[in-house]
């Protein structure tokens, strides 16, 4: 794996524009790298592959694992969700996507799971259209990509039509949100493509009637996907609706979600399978044998509130507004490092298998909402 240069487009920021990315600078400053791009092997891919599928059969068993024990203290749910969790675990209630996040170490080849983003993974948009089309601009050449997200998508969506209740799926997100809109907007698209009704209704307009959650026009929600934290939204003023809701609204992704993407099930995965290959070592409470270390909020993101920590001295760390729920402790991983800055490898999966990869690059070793992306090739 190695970062590649290209010769810029001048045009770029229109070429980007024009397929819906909006929001390729932030503050002026590039999200997207346009000029350079990472190229990995197809070993690396087939690694990246193996390792997504193999992971995801891991959480689903610590998913059994925890309801079985009611082990769900250290996830700091609210407690009328408990039962809502476990239906929708019982009922086997769909599940769409989720992100692996991986730190690759090249020299060693090893790929090391830093958490997953199981309930509302971002950055989808990029991965599956605008990387796509990069390539389709300075690789016109057969160049392979590890990315069919697209057609997965819409295949998933084929195969959930039938389980979705009522004859509408409505997909929301927060208002004024361009890059979760946007995200939600190209989940939609793929849904319609998959000869499903749609409509967009934003968290903020979703009503109650006294029985159900309904949209603007009193229809009501039958299934709904929504981008937006299942720990914001079961603290929501109408969050107890949730489990008074006579029509059963079917929620995508599921309640069941909670359980992994919380940082609480890294230790729970340690612990379930110890010395695991692509799993990093994580503790609930940090033992003295653990110093190089870093400090996570079980309820955090964007890699906000993180603390890195090398030889028990903290070495980097970030602001924001978590922490309250409590940390856990993780092994520090070995990040790949380029002499454009240090880079992590999303890995995503949709329908149950891995189908696409995406890199984040950052000026220090914690990956945050301002980190950029960078687009790939196979070599």
């Known amino acids: 794996m190695q970062v590649k240069k290209v010769r810029l487009d001048p045009n770029w920021k229109t070429r980007l524009e024009g397929i819906g990315f909006g929001y390729h600078s932030l503050d002026g400053v590039p999200f997207w790298v346009d000029d350079y791009y990472y190229e990995i092997t197809n070993k690396e891919a087939d690694l990246l592959y193996t390792a997504t599928n193999e992971l995801w059969e891991m959480c689903l068993a ?23 969790i476990e239906r929708s ?44 089309y990069w390539k389709k601009h300075y690789f016109p050449e057969l160049t392979d990509q590890f990315n069919s997200i697209h057609e997965q998508l819409i295949a998933s969506w084929k195969m959930l039509k039938p389980f979705l209740k009522g004859d509408l799926l409505h997909f929301a997100c927060a208002k004024e949100t361009l890059e979760d809109l946007t995200n939600v907007e190209y989940l939609r698209d793929t849904a319609i493509q998959a000869g499903i009704a749609t409509d967009l209704v934003y968290i903020d307009d979703i009503g109650w009637n006294g029985a159900n959650f309904v949209d603007l026009e009193d229809r009501p929600i039958r299934s709904i996907f929504k981008l937006y934290p299942w720990e914001w939204l079961s603290r929501e003023d109408f969050a107890v609706h949730i489990i008074n809701d006579v029509l059963k609204t079917q929620w995508i992704e599921p309640s069941w979600k909670m359980l992994l993407s919380n940082k609480a099930i890294l230790p729970i995965l340690w612990e379930l399978f110890p010395n695991h290959p692509h799993l990093l070592a994580a503790y609930f409470k940090r033992p003295s044998h653990l110093q190089h270390y870093v400090k996570k909020p079980i309820l955090a993101r964007e890699g906000a509130n993180v603390e890195l920590y090398y030889n028990n001295e903290l070495i980097y760390a970030t602001e924001g507004a978590y922490g309250a729920e409590g940390y856990v402790y993780q092994e520090l991983a070995n990040l790949h490092r380029e002499d454009s800055g240090f880079s992590i490898i999303g890995s995503w999966l949709i329908g149950q298998e891995s189908c696409g990869i995406s890199f984040r690059e950052s000026d220090m070793p914690i990956t945050t909402d301002k980190s950029r992306f960078v687009p790939h090739i196979i070599k």
């Open 62 to 84: 610590a998913v059994e694992y925890i309801i079985q024990n009611k082990h769900y203290a250290p996830f700091h749910i609210p407690a009328f969700m408990i039962h809502h």
């Open 89 to 132: 675990w019982e009922q086997d209630e769909p599940s769409i996507y989720g992100r692996f996040d991986f730190a690759y170490d090249a020299a060693a080849q090893t790929l090391k799971m830093l958490e997953f983003n199981a309930d509302t993974p971002t950055s989808l948009f990029e991965t599956g259209i605008v990387q796509w």
